[in-house]
């Protein structure tokens, strides 16, 4: 997962409207050619092919989570859904977005009913739809986020620590 603002260069972000992304919304690093009919990831090369994606913290209520980002650029946002459904990079709020995490079977679990660190589970906006990744079209072509529209898609998630406290600096993380 990466975000449009990597990928897409400034002239798809001249008009800030609401037919076209936005910089802090989440794409995958992948692209998709119409005229191949296939995903092609990006820069995959032997350096960087298993390399770290997001950086988030999961931060647990119960048997949901908000997800704090500790990456730069959008340090201390959450992932959350935009007032389009779109998931992305948004600061804290009272409507900030919680996720469930599903496991094969669709049920809701936690990390802890995992013993491995390396896991693919389904996120679920909390009340709401699983995330789905869709095509934006246009010039744009790449795959984004959304809890209503789109093909249902699993999430690889690497635990680099567990139990740990949850951030409050304002400083990026590195």
Same mark, same amino acid.
């Given at each position: 997962?990466?975000? &449009?603002?990597?990928?897409?260069?400034? $002239?798809?972000?001249?008009?800030?409207?609401?037919? !076209?992304?936005?910089?802090?919304?989440?794409?995958?690093?992948?692209?998709?050619?119409?005229?191949?009919?296939?995903?092609?990831?990006?820069?995959?090369?032997?350096?960087?092919?298993?390399?770290?994606?997001?950086?988030?913290?999961? $931060? *647990?209520?119960?048997?949901?989570?908000? +997800?704090?980002?500790?990456?730069?650029?959008?340090?201390?946002?959450?992932?959350?859904?935009? @007032?389009? !459904?779109?998931?992305?990079?948004?600061?804290?709020?009272? #409507?900030?977005?919680? &996720?469930?995490?599903?496991? #094969?079977?669709?049920?809701?679990?936690?990390?802890? #009913?995992? #013993?491995?660190?390396?896991?693919?589970?389904?996120?679920?906006? $909390?009340?709401?739809? +699983?995330?789905?990744?869709?095509?934006?079209?246009?010039?744009?072509? $790449?795959? *984004?986020?959304?809890?209503?529209?789109?093909?249902?898609?699993?999430?690889?998630?690497?635990?680099?620590?567990?139990?740990?406290?949850?951030?409050?600096? @304002?400083?990026?993380?590195?």
């Amino acid at each position: 997962m990466t975000f &449009f603002e990597r990928v897409l260069s400034d $002239r798809h972000f001249q008009h800030d409207d609401e037919d !076209g992304p936005h910089k802090h919304l989440i794409t995958t690093a992948e692209v998709y050619f119409a005229d191949l009919q296939k995903m092609v990831p990006l820069g995959v090369t032997p350096k960087n092919k298993n390399s770290i994606g997001i950086v988030v913290h999961f $931060r *647990c209520y119960d048997d949901y989570y908000n +997800l704090q980002i500790l990456s730069e650029s959008y340090y201390n946002n959450y992932f959350s859904k935009s @007032t389009q !459904g779109f998931l992305g990079a948004l600061p804290a709020a009272g #409507d900030t977005t919680s &996720f469930n995490l599903l496991n #094969d079977s669709f049920k809701i679990v936690t990390l802890d #009913d995992f #013993d491995s660190d390396n896991l693919t589970v389904y996120l679920q906006a $909390r009340n709401a739809g +699983l995330i789905k990744k869709t095509l934006w079209g246009g010039e744009v072509n $790449r795959y *984004c986020f959304h809890d209503q529209i789109g093909h249902q898609v699993s999430f690889k998630l690497q635990i680099l620590e567990r139990n740990v406290a949850t951030p409050q600096s @304002t400083t990026p993380y590195t």
